[in-house]
């Protein structure tokens, strides 16, 4: 038998196990962004390029995104602006049902943890009341992890993060590059598929290509790239190199 979530997760993931997400969920936090203001164009352009699925919110997964054979929908299910300060943390904007609604093949969710116990505990039973309503529908949890931290060495707290969203049920977890030499053991303590975001678009292209590779071949299942990819002045070819990155193609 072929349970729901592993139906579905053979949507997100090739034969190779991999994965490229495209994240487009970036301007509710902070307005049309650099490189969103077409949200249409930008979901077309990592379908063209060939991304594995797109991260997107309710609206926008309804109105812009395309309905491709071969590239997920990954509705994100969290948000928060950045009018008011504390954008880092996160309210449920969408339910998962309204979502399944929309063609889900998965779920996505926010938690920060680090900002002080009752956030922390917040987060915790959001995450796990959450993560029981997608064992419920059959439906993949991706969590997005994110800490705070005044450690200069954010790597320990990038990891224990990544790890709670596993113990509490995420399918998937997203986390920020951890630094270099926590990298495999990020991949090798997460006991689900782990995805590493993009980032600021900073630095050259080479480099975090070059970047990405080395974590693709310490052990991570894939990338969530947002800035990246929009920010890009050829966001189908920015797409299309992630994706030989990604699958070890060319
Ligand atoms: O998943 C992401 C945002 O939700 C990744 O975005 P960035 O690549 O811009 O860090």
């Known amino acids: 038998m072929v349970t729901g979530k592993e139906r579905r997760l053979r949507r997100l993931f090739e034969e190779d196990g991999k994965t490229l997400l495209i994240a487009v969920d970036h301007s509710l936090t902070l307005g049309a962004a650099s490189g969103l203001s077409d949200l249409g164009a930008v979901m077309g352009a990592a379908v063209a390029g060939g991304a594995d699925g797109v991260v997107t919110h309710r609206g926008s997964a309804a109105r812009s995104m395309p309905a491709q054979r071969g590239t997920a929908l990954v509705v994100h299910l969290s948000g928060n ?132 590779k080395a974590a693709m071949g310490a052990g991570v299942a894939g990338l969530c790239v947002g800035r990246r990819m929009f920010g890009a002045p050829d966001p189908v070819r920015a797409t299309a190199e992630l994706r030989a990155v990604v699958h070890g193609e060319g």
């Not at 680090?114 to 922390?120: F, H, I, L, T």
């Not at 689900?192 to 980032?199: D, E, R, T």
Request: proline share 5%.
């Open 81 to 212: 602006t950045a009018l008011s300060p504390g954008s880092e943390l996160k309210t449920r904007v969408c339910d998962p049902e309204a979502a399944l609604a929309l063609g889900a093949d998965a779920l996505s969710a926010h938690i920060t943890l680090g900002g002080g116990s009752a956030e922390d505990r917040q987060a915790l039973a959001d995450l796990g009341s959450l993560a029981a309503t997608c064992d419920r529908l059959g439906v993949p949890l991706l969590v997005m992890t994110y800490v705070r931290t005044d450690a200069r060495d954010t790597g320990p707290a990038v990891l224990h993060a990544a790890r709670v969203a596993a113990e509490l049920g995420a399918d998937i977890v997203k986390a920020a590059h951890p630094g270099d030499r926590y990298v495999a053991e990020l991949a090798a303590t997460v006991p689900v598929p782990v995805v590493l975001a993009g980032g600021q678009n900073e630095g050259t292209w080479e480099a975090f290509c070059e970047s990405a």
